[in-house]
């Protein structure tokens, strides 16, 4: 199965800082990568995703980048703010069968 | 509310006993899954059915667990003779199965606290 790892594990910044969270998988077929935003109590929910033909995507503070050639990829949250605080997770997957999640970052934004 | 919905939110049981959650996707969501989510971890992949087929299980899914999706619709999920390790978040997520990566929608869970 995908072996899949997220650094750092817990994250904090000042508002209006950036944040890099970098999840490394070991399936060479993966070919969909998405992030999801879990608050606490909360259901997981899709922030950001890219697919394995494009090598960016931008989504206004959120960004999401892609190296498949080294297995990793990397969500970007610019101007953080308080309510950016929660857990993210990374899901690489290939076939469209969502099953390996990353062990989350937990990211605390101070105000 | 068109969203996916679990049931019930939150049970409390004694070791030993059986419980039931059901989930109910998206309309017209093909595919359904089960996780399993623990304090300060990831969701962790219980199995995932594509209409009524069930057509991946973790083996990490114990005898004491099943899931059945009969119409392709509804799904449940039964635990037999709970145990306090089975204390967690069970989530139920859907998706329309639409090309090579399609969005999955969450549940709110159903919390599971065994005594």
């Known amino acids: 199965g995908e072996n899949v790892e997220q650094h750092p594990s817990t994250l904090s910044v000042q508002e209006g800082d950036s944040a890099v969270i970098k999840c490394t998988y070991s399936d060479s077929a993966s070919n969909y990568f998405p992030w999801y935003k879990q608050e606490l109590g909360k259901r997981p929910q899709l922030i950001i995703d890219i697919r394995s033909n494009v090598g960016e995507k931008k989504d206004q503070r959120i960004a999401v980048t892609l190296n498949k050639t080294a297995k990793h990829f990397s969500l970007h949250i610019t101007e953080t703010q308080p309510e950016d605080s929660a857990v993210y997770f990374c899901?690489?997957?290939?076939?469209?069968?969502?099953?390996?999640f990353g062990t989350g970052t937990s990211l605390t934004v101070i105000p | 509310d068109t969203g996916v919905s679990q049931d019930p939110r939150h049970k409390i049981t004694k070791r030993g006993q059986n419980v039931t959650f059901r989930c109910d996707p998206i309309s017209e969501h093909n595919r359904l899954y089960w996780y399993r989510q623990t304090l300060g971890q990831g969701p962790e992949f219980l199995t995932y059915?594509?209409?009524?087929?069930?057509?991946?299980k973790s083996r990490l899914l114990s005898d004491r667990f099943s899931a059945e999706r009969p119409k392709g619709s509804f799904s449940t999920l039964e635990i037999q003779r709970t145990e306090q390790g089975d204390s967690a978040m069970y989530l139920c997520?859907?998706?329309?199965?639409?090309?090579?990566?399609?969005?999955?929608?969450f549940g709110e869970g159903s919390w599971l606290t065994v005594v």
């Open positions: 059915f594509q209409n009524e087929a069930q057509l991946e």
């Open positions: 899901a690489p997957t290939w076939g469209g069968n969502q099953f390996y």
């Open positions: 997520a859907s998706s329309d199965g639409q090309g090579s990566g399609n969005t999955i929608y």
